[in-house]
């Protein structure tokens, strides 16, 4: 391993700090990191990741894709999420600057800590505070249960479910919003999430 492999590449200048996590930018040794969480089984299901997933999608994701986003090359900011600034990557959050939506997963030895819900909030807390966003959303697909924790802990409130495409298929898509100013009139309850 070189010695700029713990370097941040292209990112936020400056980590956000959370209760339990802190948000960095991504480096190059989170490559093997990223690589085995989205080899996980589920990845296929949840997200919009290729899948199979690859080696050369963890390094374009890492080396490519996140950097660019914090040039202003696309519409996404990406952050590392780790227990302590020098830690291993335990997950990713995003923010998509367009459509005011954060996405994110969590490397399966990171799971059932908590770690997801703080650094939801802590995204969150940055949109509302640094980029003055109004609301921030959130969607899952059906079935994904853990994600739908999250966004609940996290103060989302819940308004039903759409129609969408993933892979292919059309599939239901649960839909959330944090509204910095209350709740919004289309509220609905949470569903059953045991």
Same mark, same amino acid.
């Given at each position: 391993?070189?010695?700029? +492999?713990?370097?941040?590449? +292209? @990112?936020?200048?400056?980590?956000?700090?959370?209760?339990?996590?802190? !948000?960095?930018? !991504?480096?190059?040794?989170?490559?093997?990191?990223?690589?085995?969480?989205?080899?996980?089984?589920?990845?296929?299901?949840?997200?919009?990741?290729?899948?199979?997933?690859?080696?050369?999608?963890?390094?374009?994701?890492?080396?490519?894709?996140?950097?660019?986003?914090?040039?202003?090359?696309?519409?996404?900011?990406?952050?590392?999420?780790?227990?302590?600034?020098?830690?291993? !990557?335990?997950?990713?959050?995003?923010?998509?600057?367009?459509?005011?939506?954060?996405?994110?997963? !969590? &490397?399966?030895?990171?799971?059932?800590?908590?770690?997801?819900?703080?650094?939801?909030?802590?995204?969150?807390? &940055?949109?509302? @505070?640094?980029?003055?966003?109004?609301?921030?959303?959130?969607?899952?697909?059906?079935?994904?249960?853990?994600?739908?924790?999250? +966004?609940?802990?996290?103060?989302?409130?819940?308004?039903?479910?759409?129609?969408?495409?993933?892979?292919?298929?059309?599939?239901?898509? &649960? &839909?959330?919003?944090?509204?910095?100013?209350?709740?919004?009139?289309? +509220?609905?309850?949470?569903?059953?999430?045991?």
């Amino acid at each position: 391993m070189s010695a700029d +492999a713990d370097r941040p590449l +292209a @990112g936020p200048m400056l980590p956000v700090m959370g209760r339990k996590v802190v !948000l960095t930018a !991504l480096r190059e040794d989170d490559v093997d990191r990223v690589l085995e969480a989205c080899s996980a089984p589920q990845v296929g299901r949840w997200l919009d990741a290729p899948w199979p997933y690859a080696r050369a999608d963890a390094e374009a994701f890492v080396r490519e894709f996140a950097p660019a986003g914090w040039r202003g090359e696309h519409e996404e900011r990406v952050w590392a999420i780790r227990e302590s600034l020098r830690g291993p !990557l335990a997950g990713v959050i995003g923010l998509r600057t367009q459509i005011g939506e954060v996405g994110f997963w !969590l &490397h399966p030895d990171a799971q059932g800590k908590g770690l997801m819900s703080d650094a939801l909030r802590t995204v969150v807390g &940055h949109a509302e @505070g640094c980029l003055t966003w109004p609301e921030v959303h959130w969607a899952c697909y059906d079935g994904n249960l853990a994600s739908m924790r999250v +966004a609940k802990a996290a103060g989302f409130t819940y308004l039903g479910t759409r129609e969408a495409e993933h892979r292919g298929e059309r599939v239901l898509q &649960h &839909h959330a919003v944090r509204v910095a100013g209350g709740t919004p009139a289309d +509220a609905r309850p949470w569903p059953p999430l045991d």
